[in-house]
């Protein structure tokens, strides 16, 4: 299977929406674990990179087009 490309900055859709009621997320730190903002109510959540890429989705709105 690919392994799914995402950056610092990407939103990104989980396959399960967080309590508040969206499932978008902004990846604010990487590396051996994964720390993700929640778009709408800002709770952020530290999980395992394996863990985080079985769980999303897709990436919504990547850093870099951001950028521009």
Do not use: Y
């Not at 995402?6 to 929406?17: A, R, T, W, Y």
């Not at 967080?18 to 990846?27: A, D, F, L, R």
């Not at 604010?28 to 890429?53: T, Y």
């Amino acid at each position: 299977m690919e392994r799914k490309q995402f950056e610092l900055g990407d939103v990104v859709q989980m396959k399960k929406p967080h309590p508040c009621g969206t499932n978008e997320w902004e990846i604010i730190r990487m590396g051996m674990d994964i720390r993700i903002k929640c778009v709408q109510c800002k709770h952020s959540v530290l999980i395992p990179r394996a863990e985080f890429e079985k769980k999303m989705k897709k990436v919504l709105r990547s850093a870099a087009s951001n950028e521009q």
